[in-house]
Structure formats: C-alpha cells, structure tokens
Antibody, heavy 117, light 110 residues
Framework: QVQLMQSGAEVKKPGASVKVSCKASGYPFTTHHMHWVRQVPGQGLEWMGIIKSRRGGTIYAEKFQGRVTMTRDTSTSTDYMELSRLRSEDTAIYYC??????????WGQGTLVTVSS | QSALTQPASVSGSPGQSITISCTGTNSDVGGYNHVSWFQQHPGKAPKLILYEVSHRPSGMSNRFSASKSGNTASLTISGLQAEDEADYYCISYTSSDSWVFGGGTKLTVL
C-alpha cells in the first residue's frame, strides 16, 4: 500500500537548518508530486510548498520563500524539505503528503521539529 | 495568500447533521473545483475525506458530502457519530499555483 515514512524528531538551535526526509513506497514515485505542510502545536495546517513529480520543479508558499528548499532523490524514492534560519516560531510538526487529483491523499506520520536555545 | 475562513467550532448531537463552511475568494475556492476536506484526530496526521469538491476517496463513508457555491465550499456530515469528533480543514488550489488551507473547525459531538 502507499506509504510515506518520515525521518525522526529533531531539536535545533535558532539560526540553524533542518532537513526532513520523506521516503515513499507502494507506488511509482515519479508519477506524483509531493506537498509539504506544517502544523504549529495547537494551531492549524499551513501549506509550505510542492515539488513536482518528474523534473523536481518547486513552488513555495510566499511565507517560506528564501528559507525553504525542497528536493527529490528518485533513486531512493525520497523527498526532502530543508528549512533554514530557524526561529522558535518554526517549532512544529512537518508533514509530507502525496499529491493526487489536486489534493493530498496520503500523509506521512509527521516529524516534530523543535527550535530552542 | 490569506487562509480560507472556517468557523472555529461547530457541534451536534449523535444522529444529527452538521455543515462546516469554507469561504475564500475568486482566486481560490471560487475559481477552481480543486477543493478538498481533511479530518484530523488529536495526535494524528490529517486524513483526506473529500477532494475535487465532492469526490470521496475509496472506502470513505457516504455520511461525508460536500458542495460549492461561489466562493464558499461546504462540508456536511450526516448521522453524526462520536468518532466524527475531530478537527476539519479545507484546502483550495489558488491562482498563484499554490494551495491554501482553511483555519480549521473543531467538531464536538455532544
């Protein structure tokens, strides 16, 4: 079955960067785009961006432009989301989610990133 | 891109029906049929319950339905059950070639 397995929790200091991975299985990896979404504890979902299926083109939410980089390794069916210049407000659960019919049909389990000095 | 507008909370008794609205603009909800709804239980990842306004994923209960009129999409849950108590989010594709979520609605089953 379709599965997205994300990397484990991270603790980072302000100003550092974090790179979260999302390994896909159960479907042809290059046939679907991948979204990244975050959720600050106790708050709503926030769309961060999308990496396109084949050529790896990206679209980032305006809020994160300049700080986020999404990449894809087709040899290992893994997508990555790197967020730089971290601040305390970036403490959140980060999710990858497969694109399907302009929606997000399968989600990873989430990766908690804590930013603290 | 501003978040889509959802009521912060709704409630209903078992067996009843409730509706959650999701209001955007001509540049998102009103401009495309690419509107989806998600259910999220505490501590869990969101789960897709409807996409392309009113399409249900395979295996999703037909107690969940949705529609769209102008700039507002609506999710209806009929025959409320205790397990429906959760947070619900809408999302829409936008004219900026991006996506935007609603602020979320907490459903309480009384």
């Amino acid at each position: 079955q379709v599965q997205l397995m994300q990397s484990g929790a991270e603790v980072k200091k302000p100003g550092a960067s974090v790179k979260v991975s999302c390994k896909a299985s159960g479907y042809p990896f290059t046939t679907h785009h991948m979204h990244w979404v975050r959720q600050v504890p106790g708050q709503g979902l926030e769309w961060m961006g999308i990496i396109k299926s084949r050529r790896g083109g990206t679209i980032y939410a305006e809020k994160f432009q300049g700080r986020v980089t999404m990449t894809r390794d087709t040899s290992t069916s893994t997508d990555y989301m790197e967020l730089s210049r971290l601040r305390s407000e970036d403490t959140a659960i980060y999710y990858c989610a497969r694109d399907f019919e302009w929606s997000l049909d399968t989600w990873g389990q989430g990766t908690l990133v804590t930013v603290s000095s | 891109q501003s978040a889509l507008t959802q009521p912060a909370s709704v409630s209903g008794s078992p067996g009843q029906s409730i509706t959650i609205s999701c209001t955007g603009t001509n540049s998102d909800v009103g401009g495309y049929n690419h509107v989806s709804w998600f259910q999220q239980h505490p501590g869990k990842a969101p789960k897709l319950i409807l996409y392309e306004v009113s399409h249900r994923p395979s295996g999703m209960s037909n107690r969940f339905s949705a529609s769209k009129s102008g700039n507002t999409a609506s999710l209806t849950i009929s025959g409320l059950q205790a397990e429906d108590e959760a947070d619900y989010y809408c999302i829409s594709y936008t004219s900026s070639d991006s996506w935007v979520f609603g602020g979320g609605t907490k459903l309480t089953v009384l």
